[in-house]
């Protein structure tokens, strides 16, 4: 997914930009809006230290660690980080890897999701998991805010700059708690875990209605 010092290597889902909010601002943003999307996911306890398991088990799916953990019957050509012919079918890493709560939990569960690569645009096309931990998900468009920043990979560091960012939302004229920001937000990382923090570019999301998209673009003079 990059280097030590964030260069990033792999696609992302692609996107439409429908603001950048100008300057001046405490905490800066931008208004995406995503076509449907496809991930593998993996629920997990929410007391859970052990980060890596949820995302070996996703790795695993796609062929990181060895051969791919699903029921493909086609070799692909791999760009990154695979190059080689396997079992199953190894596909290619993509970004970011997306945390957020389980809602269907009431245990404080979590959820970590890897977006699939733009040529499985079908549930059909989708290679199906050996490992029955890992699910095969269907995200419908979207649109959503986005705040970038580098750091640390800490709760307590997606936490803070999740309510810096409903502060600035409110502060634009949002009706946004930072309660309902903590609960709703997704923790987007783009890097592997030996970048350094300053070069990570880490990202919080926080979907938006069709409304509060007009509210924003309105204040901004962008309908």
């Known amino acids: 997914m ?11 889902p692609a996107f439409k930009t429908l603001l950048e909010r100008p300057l001046p601002a405490q905490t800066s943003y931008q208004i995406r809006e995503y076509g449907t999307r496809f991930v593998a996911e993996v629920d997990y306890a929410g007391g859970d230290k052990n980060t890596g ?20 019957t086609e070799s692909m050509a791999m760009t990154a980080p695979v190059a080689m012919e396997r079992k ?16 269907d939990s009431s245990a404080g569960g979590k959820r970590m999701k890897f977006f699939l690569p733009a040529e499985y645009d079908s549930l059909e096309k989708i290679p199906k998991p050996t490992n029955p931990a890992v699910k095969i998900a269907e995200i419908p468009p979207q649109v959503g805010v986005v705040h970038r920043y580098s750091g ?5 560091l997606h936490d803070e700059k ?8 409110r502060e634009d004229g949002l009706e946004v708690t930072d309660e309902q920001a ?21 990202e919080v999301w926080l979907e938006l209605t069709a409304e509060e ?7 901004f003079d962008l309908n």
């Open 2 to 12: 990059g280097s030590v010092f964030g260069k990033e290597t792999v696609l992302e």
């Open 53 to 72: 398991s949820p995302f070996r088990a996703l790795a695993k799916y796609i062929g990181v660690f060895g051969e791919a953990q699903n029921e493909g």
């Open 88 to 103: 199953g079918t190894p596909m290619a890493m993509t970004a970011p890897v997306a945390m957020e709560k389980n809602a």
């Open 152 to 156: 640390s990979l800490t709760e307590e």
């Open 162 to 169: 999740a309510r810096a960012l409903s502060a600035q939302l």
């Open 182 to 202: 903590l609960e709703r937000y997704q923790f987007w990382g783009y890097n592997p875990p030996f970048t350094v923090p300053m070069f990570r570019r880490n």
């Open 213 to 219: 998209v007009g509210i924003l673009r309105k204040k």
